[in-house]
Protein backbone atom coordinates (compact mmCIF):
# COMPACT_ATOMS: atom_id res chain seq x y z
CA UNK A 1 0.00 0.00 0.00
CA UNK A 2 2.96 2.49 0.89
CA UNK A 3 3.97 1.37 -2.81
CA UNK A 4 1.41 2.67 -4.55
CA UNK A 5 1.09 5.86 -2.32
CA UNK A 6 3.93 6.69 -3.37
CA UNK A 7 3.87 5.80 -6.50
CA UNK A 8 0.92 8.04 -6.79
CA UNK A 9 3.21 10.95 -5.46
CA UNK A 10 2.80 13.77 -7.97
CA UNK A 11 6.61 13.76 -7.76
CA UNK A 12 7.59 10.50 -8.42
CA UNK A 13 4.60 10.44 -11.39
CA UNK A 14 6.61 12.74 -13.23
CA UNK A 15 9.86 10.90 -12.05
CA UNK A 16 8.30 7.98 -14.07
CA UNK A 17 7.81 10.32 -16.78
CA UNK A 18 11.10 11.25 -17.52
CA UNK A 19 12.87 7.81 -17.01
CA UNK A 20 10.32 6.81 -19.64
CA UNK A 21 10.64 9.33 -21.95
CA UNK A 22 7.02 9.56 -22.15
CA UNK A 23 3.53 11.43 -20.97
CA UNK A 24 2.08 10.53 -18.19
CA UNK A 25 -1.38 10.11 -18.20
CA UNK A 26 -3.72 10.27 -14.94
CA UNK A 27 -7.46 8.58 -15.89
CA UNK A 28 -10.32 7.87 -13.34
CA UNK A 29 -11.16 4.68 -13.97
CA UNK A 30 -9.89 1.46 -15.82
CA UNK A 31 -12.35 2.58 -18.39
CA UNK A 32 -12.26 5.84 -18.56
CA UNK A 33 -8.11 4.49 -19.50
CA UNK A 34 -9.30 2.52 -22.58
CA UNK A 35 -11.53 4.99 -24.11
CA UNK A 36 -8.47 8.03 -23.66
CA UNK A 37 -6.20 5.46 -25.02
CA UNK A 38 -8.25 4.91 -28.27
CA UNK A 39 -8.29 8.88 -28.42
CA UNK A 40 -4.90 9.67 -27.82
CA UNK A 41 -4.09 6.89 -30.57
CA UNK A 42 -6.40 8.45 -32.94
CA UNK A 43 -5.01 12.13 -32.68
CA UNK A 44 -1.64 11.55 -31.45
CA UNK A 45 -0.27 7.97 -32.98
CA UNK A 46 3.04 8.99 -32.47
CA UNK A 47 2.96 10.58 -28.47
CA UNK A 48 4.48 8.20 -26.23
CA UNK A 49 2.09 7.94 -23.18
CA UNK A 50 1.96 5.87 -20.14
CA UNK A 51 -1.69 5.76 -18.48
CA UNK A 52 -2.49 4.76 -15.08
CA UNK A 53 -5.60 5.48 -12.79
CA UNK A 54 -5.20 5.71 -8.58
CA UNK A 55 -5.97 2.07 -7.84
CA UNK A 56 -8.31 3.12 -4.46
CA UNK A 57 -11.43 2.32 -3.58
CA UNK A 58 -11.96 6.31 -3.47
CA UNK A 59 -11.18 7.21 -7.11
CA UNK A 60 -12.65 9.15 -9.74
CA UNK A 61 -12.76 13.29 -10.67
CA UNK A 62 -12.45 14.48 -7.45
CA UNK A 63 -9.82 12.65 -6.23
CA UNK A 64 -7.58 13.27 -9.16
CA UNK A 65 -8.10 16.65 -9.32
CA UNK A 66 -7.38 17.40 -5.85
CA UNK A 67 -4.07 15.24 -5.70
CA UNK A 68 -2.83 16.46 -9.44
CA UNK A 69 -4.10 19.68 -10.28
CA UNK A 70 -1.76 22.05 -9.16
CA UNK A 71 1.14 19.74 -10.24
CA UNK A 72 0.81 19.02 -13.55
CA UNK A 73 2.73 19.62 -16.97
CA UNK A 74 4.07 18.09 -20.51
CA UNK A 75 5.18 15.23 -18.45
CA UNK A 76 2.19 14.98 -16.39
CA UNK A 77 -1.64 15.08 -17.83
CA UNK A 78 -5.35 14.30 -16.67
CA UNK A 79 -7.66 13.06 -18.89
CA UNK A 80 -11.30 13.38 -16.74
CA UNK A 81 -15.27 13.66 -17.67
CA UNK A 82 -16.11 17.04 -18.15
CA UNK A 83 -20.08 16.60 -15.88
CA UNK A 84 -21.05 19.54 -16.01
CA UNK A 85 -17.91 21.37 -15.52
CA UNK A 86 -17.83 21.95 -19.32
CA UNK A 87 -21.09 23.87 -20.09
CA UNK A 88 -20.17 26.03 -16.64
CA UNK A 89 -16.83 26.76 -18.03
CA UNK A 90 -14.76 25.50 -15.01
CA UNK A 91 -11.50 27.78 -15.20
CA UNK A 92 -9.81 24.81 -12.89
CA UNK A 93 -10.21 22.73 -15.87
CA UNK A 94 -11.37 24.70 -19.11
CA UNK A 95 -8.36 26.57 -18.82
CA UNK A 96 -5.75 24.34 -18.39
CA UNK A 97 -3.60 22.91 -21.05
CA UNK A 98 -2.72 19.93 -19.13
CA UNK A 99 -6.46 18.80 -18.62
CA UNK A 100 -8.31 16.86 -21.15
CA UNK A 101 -12.08 16.53 -20.88
CA UNK A 102 -14.66 14.41 -23.01
CA UNK A 103 -16.67 18.20 -23.60
CA UNK A 104 -19.48 15.25 -23.45
CA UNK A 105 -20.79 14.56 -19.82
CA UNK A 106 -18.78 11.79 -19.96
CA UNK A 107 -17.20 9.11 -22.20
CA UNK A 108 -20.63 7.03 -22.13
CA UNK A 109 -22.63 9.92 -24.03
CA UNK A 110 -20.19 8.77 -26.95
CA UNK A 111 -20.65 5.43 -26.61
CA UNK A 112 -24.52 6.48 -27.14
CA UNK A 113 -23.79 8.97 -30.12
CA UNK A 114 -27.01 8.53 -32.36
CA UNK A 115 -25.36 7.31 -35.51
CA UNK A 116 -23.50 4.18 -34.32
CA UNK A 117 -26.73 2.71 -32.42
CA UNK A 118 -28.56 0.80 -35.48
CA UNK A 119 -25.26 -0.87 -36.38
CA UNK A 120 -25.18 -2.08 -32.87
CA UNK A 121 -28.50 -2.89 -32.70
CA UNK A 122 -27.79 -5.05 -35.84
CA UNK A 123 -24.46 -6.83 -34.46
CA UNK A 124 -26.25 -7.99 -31.40
CA UNK A 125 -29.36 -9.74 -32.92
CA UNK A 126 -27.90 -11.05 -35.76
CA UNK A 127 -29.83 -8.65 -37.82
CA UNK A 128 -30.03 -7.52 -41.63
CA UNK A 129 -32.04 -4.67 -40.43
CA UNK A 130 -33.73 -3.34 -38.19
CA UNK A 131 -36.95 -1.29 -37.55
CA UNK A 132 -36.46 1.73 -35.02
CA UNK A 133 -35.30 4.99 -35.72
CA UNK A 134 -32.43 5.42 -33.13
CA UNK A 135 -31.66 9.34 -34.29
CA UNK A 136 -34.79 10.24 -34.15
CA UNK A 137 -35.22 8.68 -30.90
CA UNK A 138 -32.41 10.27 -29.35
CA UNK A 139 -33.38 13.75 -30.81
CA UNK A 140 -36.92 13.75 -30.02
CA UNK A 141 -35.79 12.72 -26.17
CA UNK A 142 -33.01 15.61 -26.45
CA UNK A 143 -35.69 17.95 -27.44
CA UNK A 144 -37.72 17.14 -24.77
CA UNK A 145 -35.61 16.71 -21.66
CA UNK A 146 -33.73 20.57 -23.28
CA UNK A 147 -35.96 22.93 -21.30
CA UNK A 148 -35.37 20.80 -18.21
CA UNK A 149 -31.53 20.40 -18.83
CA UNK A 150 -31.46 24.29 -19.12
CA UNK A 151 -32.71 24.40 -15.45
CA UNK A 152 -30.82 21.96 -14.25
CA UNK A 153 -27.66 23.74 -15.34
CA UNK A 154 -28.77 26.85 -13.61
CA UNK A 155 -29.40 25.57 -10.31
CA UNK A 156 -26.08 24.26 -10.40
CA UNK A 157 -24.43 27.34 -11.73
CA UNK A 158 -25.93 29.49 -8.81
CA UNK A 159 -24.76 26.89 -6.30
CA UNK A 160 -28.61 26.84 -5.66
CA UNK A 161 -30.44 24.20 -3.90
CA UNK A 162 -33.98 23.13 -5.12
CA UNK A 163 -33.45 21.26 -8.13
CA UNK A 164 -30.66 18.89 -7.78
CA UNK A 165 -28.57 16.89 -10.95
CA UNK A 166 -30.15 13.24 -8.68
CA UNK A 167 -33.79 15.22 -9.66
CA UNK A 168 -33.30 16.02 -13.09
CA UNK A 169 -31.39 12.30 -13.69
CA UNK A 170 -34.33 10.52 -12.08
CA UNK A 171 -37.37 12.91 -13.78
CA UNK A 172 -35.90 11.93 -17.06
CA UNK A 173 -35.87 8.38 -16.97
CA UNK A 174 -38.47 6.62 -18.98
CA UNK A 175 -40.89 4.62 -16.88
CA UNK A 176 -40.35 1.17 -18.84
CA UNK A 177 -40.03 -1.05 -21.95
CA UNK A 178 -40.21 0.88 -25.34
CA UNK A 179 -42.45 -1.01 -27.65
CA UNK A 180 -40.33 -1.13 -30.34
CA UNK A 181 -42.73 -2.31 -33.07
CA UNK A 182 -44.95 0.70 -32.20
CA UNK A 183 -42.27 3.16 -32.55
CA UNK A 184 -41.36 5.61 -29.18
CA UNK A 185 -43.63 8.53 -29.29
CA UNK A 186 -46.17 7.10 -26.80
CA UNK A 187 -43.31 6.64 -23.84
CA UNK A 188 -41.81 10.16 -25.11
CA UNK A 189 -44.86 11.59 -25.24
CA UNK A 190 -45.26 10.07 -21.24
CA UNK A 191 -42.10 11.37 -20.63
CA UNK A 192 -42.70 14.76 -21.89
CA UNK A 193 -45.94 15.30 -19.41
CA UNK A 194 -43.92 14.25 -16.43
CA UNK A 195 -41.12 17.05 -17.63
CA UNK A 196 -43.97 19.86 -18.28
CA UNK A 197 -45.04 19.11 -14.83
CA UNK A 198 -41.98 19.81 -13.17
CA UNK A 199 -41.61 22.46 -15.31
CA UNK A 200 -44.05 24.13 -13.95
CA UNK A 201 -43.49 23.37 -10.40
CA UNK A 202 -40.04 24.78 -11.16
CA UNK A 203 -41.49 28.01 -12.12
CA UNK A 204 -44.29 28.28 -9.26
CA UNK A 205 -41.45 27.94 -7.02
CA UNK A 206 -39.22 29.99 -8.39
CA UNK A 207 -40.51 32.59 -10.30
CA UNK A 208 -37.27 35.01 -10.67
CA UNK A 209 -35.69 32.07 -12.09
CA UNK A 210 -34.46 32.52 -16.13
CA UNK A 211 -32.77 30.52 -18.33
CA UNK A 212 -33.29 32.36 -21.07
CA UNK A 213 -29.79 34.19 -21.05
CA UNK A 214 -28.20 30.71 -19.98
CA UNK A 215 -29.55 28.48 -23.15
CA UNK A 216 -27.72 31.49 -25.36
CA UNK A 217 -24.57 31.05 -23.22
CA UNK A 218 -25.11 27.29 -23.41
CA UNK A 219 -25.88 27.55 -27.64
CA UNK A 220 -22.59 28.87 -27.83
CA UNK A 221 -20.97 25.89 -26.59
CA UNK A 222 -22.33 23.53 -28.80
CA UNK A 223 -25.72 22.64 -26.82
CA UNK A 224 -28.92 22.39 -28.80
CA UNK A 225 -32.50 21.04 -28.52
CA UNK A 226 -31.73 18.06 -30.69
CA UNK A 227 -28.20 16.60 -29.30
CA UNK A 228 -29.33 17.40 -25.16
CA UNK A 229 -28.68 13.87 -24.61
CA UNK A 230 -24.68 14.50 -25.26
CA UNK A 231 -24.54 16.58 -21.88
CA UNK A 232 -26.61 14.80 -19.97
CA UNK A 233 -25.57 12.59 -17.25
CA UNK A 234 -23.61 9.89 -18.94
CA UNK A 235 -25.11 7.00 -16.81
CA UNK A 236 -28.22 8.20 -16.91
CA UNK A 237 -28.44 8.07 -20.82
CA UNK A 238 -26.60 5.06 -20.81
CA UNK A 239 -29.34 3.45 -19.23
CA UNK A 240 -31.58 5.00 -21.47
CA UNK A 241 -30.20 3.96 -24.20
CA UNK A 242 -30.13 0.29 -23.45
CA UNK A 243 -33.44 0.89 -23.21
CA UNK A 244 -34.53 1.53 -26.36
CA UNK A 245 -31.59 -0.87 -27.56
CA UNK A 246 -32.88 -3.85 -26.08
CA UNK A 247 -36.48 -3.00 -26.72
CA UNK A 248 -35.35 -2.63 -30.69
CA UNK A 249 -33.29 -5.92 -30.60
CA UNK A 250 -36.14 -7.57 -29.00
CA UNK A 251 -38.65 -7.02 -31.68
CA UNK A 252 -36.13 -7.94 -34.21
CA UNK A 253 -35.64 -11.31 -32.65
CA UNK A 254 -38.99 -11.98 -32.82
CA UNK A 255 -39.49 -11.23 -36.25
CA UNK A 256 -36.62 -12.98 -37.85
CA UNK A 257 -38.07 -16.09 -35.71
CA UNK A 258 -41.45 -15.50 -37.04
CA UNK A 259 -40.58 -15.74 -40.08
CA UNK A 260 -38.07 -18.79 -39.58
CA UNK A 261 -41.22 -20.45 -37.84
CA UNK A 262 -43.39 -19.67 -40.95
CA UNK A 263 -40.82 -20.89 -43.40
CA UNK A 264 -40.35 -24.35 -41.37
CA UNK A 265 -44.02 -24.48 -40.34
CA UNK A 266 -44.09 -28.45 -41.43
CA UNK A 267 -40.83 -29.28 -40.38
CA UNK A 268 -40.63 -28.65 -36.66
CA UNK A 269 -37.00 -29.87 -36.46
CA UNK A 270 -35.83 -27.75 -38.76
CA UNK A 271 -36.95 -24.96 -37.39
CA UNK A 272 -35.86 -25.46 -34.31
CA UNK A 273 -32.48 -25.97 -35.98
CA UNK A 274 -32.78 -22.66 -37.39
CA UNK A 275 -33.74 -20.94 -34.41
CA UNK A 276 -30.61 -22.48 -32.73
CA UNK A 277 -28.11 -21.52 -35.24
CA UNK A 278 -29.59 -17.91 -35.18
CA UNK A 279 -29.53 -17.65 -31.49
CA UNK A 280 -25.15 -18.46 -31.64
CA UNK A 281 -24.96 -15.07 -33.31
CA UNK A 282 -26.66 -12.85 -30.51
CA UNK A 283 -24.32 -10.78 -28.93
CA UNK A 284 -24.71 -8.72 -24.98
CA UNK A 285 -25.65 -5.30 -26.29
CA UNK A 286 -24.33 -3.59 -23.00
CA UNK A 287 -20.39 -5.55 -23.64
CA UNK A 288 -20.66 -4.48 -27.69
CA UNK A 289 -21.61 -0.68 -26.42
CA UNK A 290 -18.12 -0.75 -24.40
CA UNK A 291 -16.51 -0.58 -28.20
CA UNK A 292 -14.70 3.01 -28.80
CA UNK A 293 -15.71 3.36 -31.95
CA UNK A 294 -18.23 4.84 -34.36
CA UNK A 295 -18.64 8.32 -32.81
CA UNK A 296 -16.11 9.97 -34.98
CA UNK A 297 -18.54 12.38 -36.11
CA UNK A 298 -19.41 13.60 -33.03
CA UNK A 299 -18.77 17.76 -32.93
CA UNK A 300 -17.92 17.28 -29.72
CA UNK A 301 -14.60 14.99 -30.48
CA UNK A 302 -13.02 17.44 -32.54
CA UNK A 303 -12.59 19.64 -29.31
CA UNK A 304 -10.76 17.02 -28.10
CA UNK A 305 -8.93 16.57 -31.07
CA UNK A 306 -7.89 20.68 -31.09
CA UNK A 307 -6.52 19.98 -27.07
CA UNK A 308 -4.34 17.59 -28.15
CA UNK A 309 -3.06 19.00 -31.15
CA UNK A 310 -2.03 21.98 -29.21
CA UNK A 311 -1.06 20.15 -26.35
CA UNK A 312 1.67 18.46 -28.83
CA UNK A 313 2.60 21.48 -30.38
CA UNK A 314 3.26 23.32 -26.86
CA UNK A 315 5.27 19.83 -26.49
CA UNK A 316 7.40 20.86 -29.27
CA UNK A 317 8.08 24.47 -27.79
Known amino acids: MDKIKNYLKPE ?15 TESENDEVFW ?13 SFFYPHQTDRGKKLILNLYAQHLQSEFVLCIDSDYDYLLQNSVICQNPFIFQTYANGRENYLCFAERLKNLAMQAGGLEEIDFDFEGF ?14 SVYFEKQAQRGFSQAEFNQTIKLSGKIKARFGFQAELSALSQVIEGKIQELKSKYPTTEVVSLKTELQELGLKPENTYLFIDDHTIESITLVALR ?13 LR ?8 AFQQNEA ?3 TQFIDIETLMQENEGFDNCFLLQKIQTDIQNFT ?3 RL
Open 247 to 259: SAIENGKNEVIKK
Open 313 to 315: NLK
Open 12 to 26: NIIAQARLKRCVMVC
Open 262 to 269: QLYQNDVK
Open 138 to 151: MTEYSKITFELFLY
Open 37 to 49: QTIFAKFAPNLKI
Open 277 to 279: QYR
